[in-house]
């Protein structure tokens, strides 16, 4: 029987949206278990979380501060803030695009995330341990967010949870100088997020990993 060119278009389109799911969703990689530790920086870890829209459910801090959907790159991130400097977001929700507010002013305070805000290529270079935001793309349409592990003279390393099923944690990035501007080289990197210069206290302690929660 000869199918009109409208069932097959739908039959396409029903295959072409399974296959995205699936790409998405699931772990592709079998050498690697969700969950399971892939990395760690300055003693917090990162997991693996197979496909990029996968979720593990939520992990909470013991003072009951959301940490976010494991292992999505911003439970990672807000973990790594939580567990280094016992920094709480004001808005403790919100997918990864939601961290870089375009309206604010370079270096003004994120009010949603306690923490100064710089665009890249807004005359600021990223440091060590700023969160650094990605735009969406095709295949991951809330965003990106990674802490900096190393900078360079040309470069920055990132270090990220759910890069994908055959991401790797850490990342290089190459870091230009243009008219004496720095400007991380990536078409999706927004900018970075920075903690006051006034420390906060550490509040990690006791927090059970997420695999764990």
């Avoid at 994120?110 to 923490?115: A, I, M, S, V, Y």
């Avoid at 349409?141 to 949870?161: L, M, N």
Wanted: glycine fraction near 12%.
């Amino acid at each position: 029987m000869k199918l009109s060119k409208g069932k097959v278009a739908l039959t396409l389109l029903a295959l072409l949206s399974g296959a995205y799911w699936a790409a998405t969703h699931l772990s592709s990689n079998w050498g690697r278990a969700v969950g399971e530790p892939v990395d760690v920086f300055n003693g917090v870890a990162v997991y693996y979380n197979g496909g990029v829209q996968n979720v593990e459910g939520r992990n909470l801090a013991p003072d009951g501060y959301n940490l976010g959907l494991r292992y999505q790159c911003v439970e990672f991130v807000k973990r790594y803030y939580y567990q280094r400097f016992g920094h709480k977001m004001p808005q403790d929700k919100g997918h990864a695009r939601d961290f870089f507010q375009s309206r604010l002013a370079n270096g003004a305070l994120n009010p949603e995330r306690g923490l100064l805000q710089y665009r890249n290529g807004g005359g600021d270079a990223p440091r060590a341990e700023d969160l650094i935001v990605f735009a969406p793309w095709v295949f991951n349409r809330y965003g990106h967010v990674a802490i900096v592990s190393r900078t360079g003279p040309d470069f920055i390393e990132i270090i990220q949870q759910n890069p994908g099923p055959f991401g790797e944690a850490r990342e290089r990035l190459p870091l230009l100088m243009e008219q004496g501007v720095p400007r991380v080289d990536h078409p999706r990197a927004l900018g970075w997020l920075r903690r006051a210069p006034q420390a906060s206290a550490p509040a990690g302690e006791g927090l059970e990993p997420a695999g764990k929660a």
